[in-house]
């Protein structure tokens, strides 16, 4: 937990917490020099009262871009479907310096560098959960919490403290994090998910639709 006068803390830009991410960082920035390369900063206000919250960076999406989910096929639904809830206005054109703006939404990773074949083991997680925490609890006004995948749900029970088997994901389920804050659970909108039809555009939507409508009485 953060003391009230503890600022939140973001990953160094040459984070070495995972020696295997930054090898992996430093294998893509000799390929692509010009990309990002490095941990992938939140996007949003930190008083915004939902937070959405992801795996880790796309390789060729916010890893090449800098902003989350910006650049890859998770990201144009992700986003469509936000402009469409007007929880964002402007325009998404898979690039960080588009004029997208979130409304009362905030938009992050659990593990915030690129992981090989978009997959973090367990250490890399933990050592990427305390920028997790204290992003949670730095957001004052957070009322709801959408989790795009397990391992994303996982890695939130985890920063208040929640068993796991009590709290299973499904896709469409709420749980009560506290008394102020629930967890939506979304299948990830990768676009392996939606080729295999497991999320299609009208399930996705529906989630954010209804987050939205809850986010307008609280």
Same mark, same amino acid.
């Given at each position: 937990m953060l003391n009230k006068n503890q600022k939140i803390i973001y990953p160094q830009k040459n984070c070495s917490y995972c020696p295997r991410l930054k090898n992996y960082r430093k294998l893509c920035t000799?390929?692509?020099?010009?990309?990002?390369? /490095?941990? *992938?900063?939140?996007? =949003?206000?930190?008083?915004?009262? +939902?937070?959405?919250?992801?795996?880790?960076? =796309? +390789?060729?999406? /916010?890893?090449?871009? =800098?902003?989350?989910?910006?650049?890859?096929? /998770? =990201?144009d639904l992700l986003y469509s479907s936000l402009l469409k809830s007007k929880l964002a206005v402007g325009n998404y054109n898979a690039f960080k310096d588009d004029n997208l703006k979130l409304l009362d939404t905030r938009i992050t990773n659990s593990v915030r560098c690129v992981p090989p074949q978009n997959k973090?083991?367990?250490? $890399?997680? +933990?050592?990427?959960?305390k920028f997790l925490i204290s992003e949670i609890h730095s957001m004052k006004n957070l009322k709801i919490i959408?989790?795009?995948?397990?391992?994303?749900? $996982? $890695? *939130?029970?985890? *920063?208040?403290?929640?068993?796991?088997?009590?709290?299973?994901f499904q896709h469409g389920k709420v749980h009560y994090l506290k008394n102020t804050i629930k967890i939506y659970d979304s299948y990830h909108c990768s676009k392996y998910n939606t080729q295999t039809k497991r999320l299609t555009y009208k399930m996705f939507y529906n989630i954010i639709d209804k987050i939205k409508d809850e986010l307008k009485n609280l």
């Amino acid at each position: 937990m953060l003391n009230k006068n503890q600022k939140i803390i973001y990953p160094q830009k040459n984070c070495s917490y995972c020696p295997r991410l930054k090898n992996y960082r430093k294998l893509c920035t000799i390929k692509k020099p010009n990309w990002h390369n /490095a941990p *992938v900063p939140s996007f =949003g206000k930190i008083n915004s009262k +939902l937070l959405i919250v992801g795996l880790a960076p =796309g +390789l060729k999406g /916010a890893n090449k871009t =800098g902003r989350p989910f910006t650049g890859d096929y /998770a =990201g144009d639904l992700l986003y469509s479907s936000l402009l469409k809830s007007k929880l964002a206005v402007g325009n998404y054109n898979a690039f960080k310096d588009d004029n997208l703006k979130l409304l009362d939404t905030r938009i992050t990773n659990s593990v915030r560098c690129v992981p090989p074949q978009n997959k973090p083991n367990s250490e $890399e997680k +933990l050592n990427c959960r305390k920028f997790l925490i204290s992003e949670i609890h730095s957001m004052k006004n957070l009322k709801i919490i959408l989790a795009l995948g397990r391992t994303a749900h $996982e $890695e *939130v029970l985890k *920063v208040f403290n929640l068993t796991l088997n009590k709290n299973k994901f499904q896709h469409g389920k709420v749980h009560y994090l506290k008394n102020t804050i629930k967890i939506y659970d979304s299948y990830h909108c990768s676009k392996y998910n939606t080729q295999t039809k497991r999320l299609t555009y009208k399930m996705f939507y529906n989630i954010i639709d209804k987050i939205k409508d809850e986010l307008k009485n609280l």
